[in-house]
Each structure stands twice: as C-alpha cells, then as structure tokens.
C-alpha cells in the first residue's frame, strides 16, 4: 500500500475528504518522527506496536563484491514491535 492509497483509504473510512486525510497522516508522521529524534524516544499504540529508537553499533563488514573488509559506521535506527492483536491478525 502506498501513501497515497492510506490517504484514500482513511479518507473513505473516516468520512472525511482526502486533503483533511492527507494532513491526519502527515501531522502522525511528523509526530512519531520528532518523538524518536529524542534522547529515549518511544511511540506506543497499543494494539498496533511500538516505535523505538536503537542505537546499533560500530561493526566490521564485508564488501560483497571484492571480499575487502570495511568498516560500518555506528548509527541509529528504528526498531518496529507489532503489539498482540496486530501479531494475531496477520
């Protein structure tokens, strides 16, 4: 599903026109985004699944083409856990 098909489908479901929808969408999405720029950062829908911010360390990796060993960069990610109903429906 892309954006643009949520936008539509939330559009269609909450009764409401695809621009207010569009903007619904866009407001979470900037929500969840700053939330996890935070130090501990963390989204919670229960239901749904948690949002959370990790920090992966620094690791030695291997080019697949060459077989040359590099180096990769410490960075931070975003760590995904679906919550119970979401698990049992899919």
Do not use: C, H, W, Y
Not at 9 to 14: G, L, R, V, W, Y
Not at 23 to 32: E, K, T, Y
Not at 49 to 59: E, H
Request: proline residues 2%.
């Amino acid at each position: 599903m892309t954006k643009a098909e949520l936008v539509d489908q939330m559009a269609k479901d909450a009764g409401i026109s695809k621009v207010a929808a569009g903007a619904a969408l866009a407001s979470f999405i900037d929500g969840v985004t700053k939330t996890l720029k935070k130090k501990d950062g963390k989204v919670t829908l229960v239901g749904f699944g948690t949002f959370s911010k990790v920090r992966r360390n620094a690791r030695k990796g291997r080019n697949p083409q060459t077989g040359e060993a590099i180096k990769i960069k410490a960075a931070n990610v975003v760590k995904f856990k679906p919550g119970k109903s979401l698990r049992e429906t899919v």
